[in-house]
């Protein structure tokens, strides 16, 4: 669960903090963006480099894509200790699992009620709702749990 302050409210928009994420507590100022993760890493840089030679103003929100992590999905459920951890992420890391890659483009009209669409480098993997349900919530109590 996020738990979102509103500093101050206008005709444009809000500004406020994100105050935990999960069980992360924060202090992220808003707005802001996600970090960008291909297959839990950030794309040309090492979790050593990131952590220790990036100079960030304030604690990234690491953005998870599911269509990354489909094809690991048997391994990291084996794994036992969630998709952060098996990436190597850093503790404490706060971080959120979107179903798409903000980076693609994606064709419409393959979701249907009893389906996702999770498009893969592979193509289409498609699940149903108690599949991506069981996958996915399994993988955010992970994250949620062991990213702390």
């Not at 690491?62 to 503790?91: D, H, R, W």
């Not at 389906?115 to 893969?120: D, G």
Request: proline letters at 6%; aromatic letters at 8%; charged letters at 20%.
């Amino acid at each position: 669960m996020v738990k979102f302050a509103v500093e101050k409210k206008t005709k444009l928009g809000r500004l406020g903090k994100v105050e935990e994420w999960g069980d992360v507590p924060l202090s992220h100022a808003t707005p802001s963006y996600m970090t960008y993760l291909r297959g839990g890493h950030i794309p040309h840089l090492t979790w050593d480099v990131a952590e220790k030679r990036l100079s960030l103003s304030q604690t990234p929100i690491y953005q998870l894509t599911l269509p990354s992590l489909v094809n690991m999905a048997e391994v990291i459920k084996k794994f036992g200790k969630g998709a952060p951890k098996f990436c190597g992420m850093p503790k404490g890391s706060a971080v959120h699992l979107a179903v798409h890659d903000p980076l693609k483009d994606y064709p419409s009209g393959y979701n249907t009620t009893k389906s996702v669409a999770i498009w893969t480098k592979n193509g289409k993997c498609s699940e149903s709702v108690m599949e991506f349900w069981e996958e996915g919530s399994t993988t955010l109590k992970n994250i949620l749990a062991q990213s702390s």
